[in-house]
């Protein structure tokens, strides 16, 4: 398969704080590449890079083999930057007019249209839509000029179960027909639904790269709580990855297989009372594979937001 883009041993510093470090990634043409990460993993760093907007602090970027910084080779790539901002006063249609024209080649505006739901809105003002639409147009853009990669940064954020639905199955389309896209996401539930290869990010670090079944197994825990005066036994049964005292006097386990785990409980003889099973959130699944990468705390990572440029 050909790299579209890559970064080899990328670092980005922010002052004091290391945003990217030592980042080594291929993107392959053809792929929904996810990339998922907490708050301030240094997705939008990443995405930021690729589009030639900012610099590594030591490393290389690589897109279509040339600079990001070029023009030439910007002209190939779509992007949806978490935030945008449309000419309240212009028509949907227009909008689409007006970004396509920046392109050699572009998608038709109907085409364009029926492919992200936006045909009925073509004659509205963007200033009219609902926060999905306005989504769903940003993202569209994105796709107008044909592009060979396409780069959204938290695509469905904000969105309506609905809207995000909606906005999968548009997504999903455009791979069949041929593009390539980089996603990032705070959710699994999305990663889960566009993509076939998963780069999980934790303070500046990539710290899984593999292909969906393979991170979906890392990441797809559950939790079990418990009362007993033996958490240490517990603990070191087979399956549990990682076990914390809740405060209330319950310990928290994690493990992958729980059915495994409570067998074992049982067959082990240790008393235990009050047992509850439920799903880890994707942050607690985090914390268990960034264990061993640790680089700043997130609370480092939230308190830095506030000195962004
Ligand atoms: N312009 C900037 N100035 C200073 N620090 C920055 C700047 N941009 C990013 N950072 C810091 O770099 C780190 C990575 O941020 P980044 O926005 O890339 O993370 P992210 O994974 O995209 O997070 P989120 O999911 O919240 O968008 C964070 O600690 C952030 O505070």
């Given at each position: 398969?050909?790299a ?5 041993n990328?670092?980005?510093?922010f002052g004091d704080q290391l945003a990217?470090d030592?980042v080594?990634l291929?993107?392959?043409?053809g792929?929904i590449?996810?990339?998922l990460?907490?708050?301030?993993a240094?997705k939008t ?11 590594p602090s ?8 040339g600079?990001?910084g070029d023009h ?9 930057p978490?935030?945008?901002a449309?000419p ?9 007019d007006?970004?396509g024209r920046h ?5 038709a ?6 492919e992200?739901g936006?045909?009925?809105?073509l004659?509205?003002?963007t ?7 306005k989504?769903?147009?940003?993202v569209?853009l994105?796709f107008?000029?044909?592009p060979r990669?396409v780069?959204?940064?938290e695509p469905t954020?904000?969105?309506d179960?609905d ?6 199955d548009a997504?999903?389309r455009q ?7 980089v996603?990032t996401?705070?959710?699994?539930e999305e990663?889960e ?7 999980v990010?934790a303070?500046g670090?990539?710290i899984?790269?593999d292909?969906?079944p ?6 797809a ?7 007993s005066?033996?958490v240490e036994?517990?603990?070191?049964l087979?399956?549990?990855v990682r076990?914390?005292a809740?405060?209330?006097?319950t310990t928290?386990?994690y493990?992958?297989d729980?059915d495994r785990l409570?067998v ?6 240790i ?5 509850a099973v439920?799903?880890?959130?994707l942050e607690?699944?985090f914390l268990t594979l960034?264990e ?9 990572a939230?308190?830095a ?5």
């Open positions: 398969m050909t579209l883009a890559s970064l080899t990328v670092s980005r510093r990217l030592d080594t291929d993107i392959e043409s792929s590449l996810g990339l990460g907490p708050n301030g240094g760093t990443l995405i930021s890079l690729l589009e030639g907007l900012r610099s030591s490393g290389t970027v690589r897109l279509f083999g600079s990001p030439r080779n910007r002209v190939g790539l779509g992007s949806t978490q935030e945008t449309l309240e006063t212009l028509r949907v249609g227009e909008v689409i007006f970004v392109f050699p080649e572009r998608m505006t109907a085409e364009l249209a029926g992200f936006l045909t009925e809105l004659r509205r003002q200033g009219s839509l609902s926060g999905g639409q989504r769903r147009l940003s569209a994105a107008v000029g044909k990669l780069l959204l940064d954020t904000g969105l179960v809207a995000r639905r909606t906005l999968w997504l999903r791979h069949e027909a041929g593009a390539t896209v996603v996401s705070h959710y699994l990663i639904a566009l993509a076939q290869r998963v780069v990010m303070h670090r990539v899984a790269d292909a969906l393979a991170v979906l197994a890392r990441v825990l559950r939790r079990v709580r418990l009362v005066s033996e036994r517990i603990a070191s087979d399956g549990v076990h914390e809740s405060g209330d006097g928290t386990f493990a992958q729980s409570i074992e409980l049982v067959r082990s003889g008393p235990f009372s009050d047992l439920r799903g880890a959130t607690e699944a960034t061993d990468a640790p680089a700043g705390s997130p609370e480092d939230s308190e937001e506030g000195a962004r440029s």
